[in-house]
């Protein structure tokens, strides 16, 4: 949608349907899964129907994130490769946390951390697959040390994951400007210039100025 | 609770403490290896008490049968035939749940109350609060518990724990017809196996001993080995069974680490929001892309 012409086009329908596939089935296993690793989780067995169903849903929930990323992985790895500057960027990130931004190096489509948080989703989806797996006794049957070994890998790769996603969910609700990207697909010229210069410069061949 | 020979002292998934003003006596069972003549009267037994019928297996040219554990035979036992200094020994073991006074079961099940552990020492599986995730199969240092293929619950001996609630011992040790089962206080079964052992020894067995192993705080049914240093004869009983570190982690560190974690992020995320503010596009910002746009 865009609410006024000069809106720019970040992410199209499709681009936007498998981003929500992602998010949704991360958060019902999430949800799901949580009431496995720990008791205080329980009430979130509510949701589901029952708790033999939270276990049993789980694993397909988790199934459909994991496909689901691994498409969107096809459609945006290259976007994803991290650039010297995205280092740069890294590097700084801290004049970032602390609200100014003005100074940090110019970015591309995705920003260094946006990059980071990319590919270190992938290897924990991956990470979550496999161990997923060899913990799914109702479909398959691994030698009990690596159910053990997996049950580690699982639970704590899953913590680190809906970390990362709850830092991901936080970044887009204080860079004001940015939900709107999922809902409608289009951002502002000035949230693309302030944020992604480069990108914002490639695609309309303004925004020379130096910043100030 | 309603009896006191049913009182918790652990329950799985609950972490505030159980009542515990009584205290249990801790019971056990003794299965004396030497004075067992593989006659499986235990195993029918168990079967009858229990009302459980695995499905009936096949011939496979062994006597062991059925072949293991499953959701229906909560007990089996095993047989291997070895040469020892040139005579031939028949170790026969009754395979079943040890009832560890650790248990592994009990501490991985995510599942508030689906095992729970009585205070005479007694771990059962309660499967209508069971949700067949198999976490207790990951748990178990002696490989047990089985998950049903039909409900998908788990299941294991109870060792007859509503017998011994109304004390009565269990379904097996009442049937055994050579008395190589004995079944009373954990204390008792012990001074009994000292007999034992020490008939054993007087009969050629130096190695003869009691299984009763520390790494899972001593367990509820205990073995008296003719080869006590070698348990692994006995169809590979564990030389020294313990809670594998993984599920240590697991069930330990992990949580709380990944709780305070998650927390944190929460907490610092807002703070950062109140303390910060949002990060807006500056009035400036906006006007310099308009004059850019329209130039
Ligand atoms: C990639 C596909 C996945 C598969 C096949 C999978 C499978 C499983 C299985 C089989 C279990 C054991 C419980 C059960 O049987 O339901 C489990 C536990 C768990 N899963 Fe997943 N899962 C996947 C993805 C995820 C995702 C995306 C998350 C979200 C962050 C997640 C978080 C958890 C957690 C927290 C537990 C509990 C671990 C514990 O008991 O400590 N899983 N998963
Ligand atoms: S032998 Fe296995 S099933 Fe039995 S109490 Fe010990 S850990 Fe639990």
Redo the contacts with the bound molecule.
């Keep these: 949608m865009r609410r006024d012409p000069n809106d720019l086009d970040r992410y199209t329908a499709g681009e936007r349907v498998i981003h929500w596939t992602v998010g949704i089935?991360?958060i019902l296993?999430?949800l799901?899964?949580?009431?496995?690793?720990?008791p205080a989780f329980w009430p979130f067995t509510l949701l589901f129907g029952s708790s033999t169903w939270?276990?049993?849903?789980?694993?397909?929930?988790?199934?459909?994130?994991?496909?689901a990323f691994l498409l969107m992985t096809v459609w945006f790895w290259r976007l994803n490769r991290m650039s010297r500057v995205d280092w740069q960027w890294l590097g700084r990130i801290g004049e970032m946390v602390n609200g100014d931004d003005q100074n940090m190096p110019e970015q591309g489509k995705y920003n260094g951390g946006q990059k980071l948080l990319f590919w270190l989703l992938l290897i924990?989806?991956l990470l979550?697959?496999?161990?997923?797996?060899?913990?799914?006794?109702?479909w398959f049957h691994f030698p009990v040390d690596q159910v053990r070994f997996a049950?580690v890998v699982?639970?704590a790769?899953?913590?680190v994951?809906?970390g990362l996603?709850m830092v991901h969910v936080y970044a887009s609700i204080w860079v004001k400007g940015t939900i709107r990207a999922m809902w409608y697909g289009t951002v502002t010229r000035a949230w693309a210039r302030q944020h992604h210069r480069a990108w914002y410069r490639q695609i309309t061949g303004l925004g020379n100025g130096q910043p100030r | 609770m309603a009896w006191q020979s049913l009182d918790i002292q652990r329950r799985s998934a609950t972490t505030t403490p159980m009542p515990g003003a009584r205290q249990g006596n801790e019971v056990a069972k003794l299965i004396d290896i030497s004075q067992c003549i593989g006659c499986k009267a235990c195993q029918v037994a168990c079967m009858e008490w229990n009302d459980l019928r695995s499905a009936v297996g096949a011939c496979t040219g062994v006597y062991d049968n059925p072949l293991d554990l499953d959701s229906n035979a909560w007990t089996v036992m095993r047989f291997t035939e070895m040469e020892n200094n040139g005579r031939l020994e028949w170790l026969i073991r009754k395979d079943g749940c040890m009832h560890c006074q650790d248990p592994g079961c009990l501490k991985a099940c995510?599942a508030p109350g689906a095992i729970v552990q009585y205070t005479n020492g007694i771990v059962e599986f309660h499967q209508e609060h069971c949700?067949?995730?198999?976490?207790c199969v990951t748990g178990c240092p002696f490989n047990i518990p089985r998950l049903s293929e039909k409900d998908h619950k788990a299941y294991k001996c109870s060792l007859c724990s509503d017998r011994v609630a109304v004390g009565q011992s269990p379904a097996c040790v009442k049937t055994c017809p050579t008395g190589a089962l004995h079944f009373g206080s954990k204390e008792a079964m012990k001074d009994h196996a000292d007999h034992r052992i020490a008939d054993l020894k007087s009969r050629g067995f130096q190695n003869a001993g009691l299984y009763d192993p520390p790494g899972v705080g001593g367990t509820h049914v205990m073995y008296v080995l003719q080869h006590a240093d070698h348990p692994e004869w006995y169809s590979g009983l564990p030389q020294d069974p313990k809670i594998s570190p993984w599920i240590g982690i697991?069930?330990g560190l992990?949580?709380p680490l990944?709780i305070g974690t998650m927390a944190a992020i929460s907490l610092a995320s807002l703070f950062h929001y109140i303390i910060k503010g949002p990060n807006a596009i500056s009035k400036e910002t906006e006007k310099e892309v308009e004059d850019e746009t329209r130039s």
């Design positions: 089935s991360f296993a999430g799901s899964g949580l009431v496995l690793f720990h939270t276990r049993i849903l789980h694993p397909y929930f988790g199934m459909l994130m994991a496909l924990g989806t979550l697959l496999f161990s997923g797996i060899a913990l799914w006794r109702a049950a699982h639970s790769v899953a913590a994951m809906i996603i | 995510p949700i067949g995730c198999g976490y697991w069930k992990a949580k990944a």
